[in-house]
């Protein structure tokens, strides 16, 4: 028994380290885009489909729909990873509401959170490398986030009262710089 828990321990640690790592792979890491077309709405199911939702946290997603070109394993990691913080900052449950909306050339993705929002000396430094408010967090995952989203051509911000993460992406390459290893 006293080997089984110090196994778990250890597979926990590695578990840990191995985040953190990737964490700052994917900060440090500009890898050239791999532009493919997608569907917003099912790429967030299909991030949902693979993480773990509290019994007390809905999830609402619009029932609109677009599709841009983008790197979809990029854009995941985007989503996934403002997923994850919006449920975290939910500790008593509440509710995660994913807004889509479109004009000619953009699209905008917001995250909007029922959690108790974000200080304000926080919210200034959020997208800051190395920032961190969890105790084990990296303070990458939001700084990668928004290095994603620049190299797409897009903006990434946050506001309180509801908490809401907003994305806007242009919705075909050709609204993408001819650079994309910035």
Do not use: A, C, W
């Given at each position: 028994e006293t080997v089984a828990k110090r196994i778990n321990l250890i597979e926990k640690s590695i578990d840990?380290?191995?985040?953190?790592?990737?964490?700052?792979?994917?900060?440090?890491?500009?890898?050239?885009?791999?532009f493919m077309q997608c569907s917003v709405r099912?790429?967030?199911?299909?991030?949902?489909?693979?993480?773990t939702i509290p019994d007390d946290i809905q999830i609402k997603i619009d029932k609109f729909d677009v599709n841009i070109v983008c790197d979809s394993e990029k854009m995941e990691a985007v989503f996934i990873n403002?997923?994850?913080?919006?449920?975290q900052a939910m500790p008593n449950g509440g509710t995660l509401t994913?807004?889509?909306?479109?004009?000619d050339d953009f699209i905008e993705i917001?995250?909007?959170?029922?959690?108790?929002?974000?200080?304000?000396?926080?919210?200034?430094?959020?997208f800051e490398p190395l920032f961190t408010t969890k105790q084990?967090?990296?303070g990458l995952g939001l700084a990668s986030c928004k290095n994603i989203v620049e190299q797409h051509n897009g903006t990434i911000s946050v506001k309180n009262n509801p908490?809401?993460?907003?994305?806007?992406?242009?919705?075909?390459?050709?609204?993408?710089?001819?650079?994309?290893?910035?």
């Open positions: 840990r380290i191995s985040h953190q790592v990737d964490d700052v792979l994917d900060y440090v890491r500009t890898s050239p885009l791999q099912d790429t967030i199911f299909s991030l949902i489909d693979r993480i403002i997923l994850m913080n919006s449920i994913v807004k889509l909306r479109s004009n917001d995250f909007i959170d029922t959690g108790n929002g974000i200080s304000e000396e926080s919210i200034e430094k959020i084990k967090g990296t908490t809401t993460f907003s994305i806007q992406l242009p919705k075909t390459p050709q609204s993408f710089s001819k650079t994309e290893d910035n």
